[in-house]
């Protein structure tokens, strides 16, 4: 019961009363932590290989692949499909826009319909009133 006491006390301590006695690391220890990570990686590897079948490993490893590679080739077929379905989309979306095209083309401009008749009685209706307006000077 004493030690339990003693830890509780420990693990207690404010944050201040804490001494941190690591020093941070220096360039070279950062080197050497950096050159062992990857024999490290590859050890741990080895150990997970060994001790198992090397042909299961390759069968697993086949299968996965395999599982892989068919769901890309489902993917890529079924994208194939969009594919077309969308290129038929628009050749009927660009048919439906010659269509309009030559209907717009095909009507009247209205517009210029309208501003050559509105010329046409300003140019009509000028003339007359200045006429009437010679025609009331002179006489």
Do not use: C
Not at 10 to 24: G, K, N
Not at 100 to 123: F, H, M, Y
């Amino acid at each position: 019961m004493n030690e339990q006491n003693a830890t509780s006390r420990q693990l207690t301590l404010p944050p201040e009363d804490r001494v941190i006695t690591a020093a941070p690391p220096t360039l070279e220890s950062r080197i050497k932590t950096a050159i062992k990570k990857p024999g490290v990686l590859l050890s741990g590897a080895v150990r997970s290989i060994k001790g198992r079948d090397l042909e299961t490993l390759v069968e697993e490893f086949s299968s996965d692949v395999t599982l892989v590679l068919g769901g890309l080739s489902d993917d890529q077929e079924r994208l194939g499909h969009e594919n077309d379905q969308l290129r038929q989309q628009i050749a009927a979306l660009e048919k439906r826009l010659r269509e309009l095209e030559k209907r717009q083309d095909a009507k009247p401009n209205r517009e210029g319909l309208i501003r050559r008749l509105t010329w046409l009685s300003v140019t009509f209706f000028g003339g007359a009133a200045l006429l009437y307006v010679l025609k009331f000077l002179l006489t």
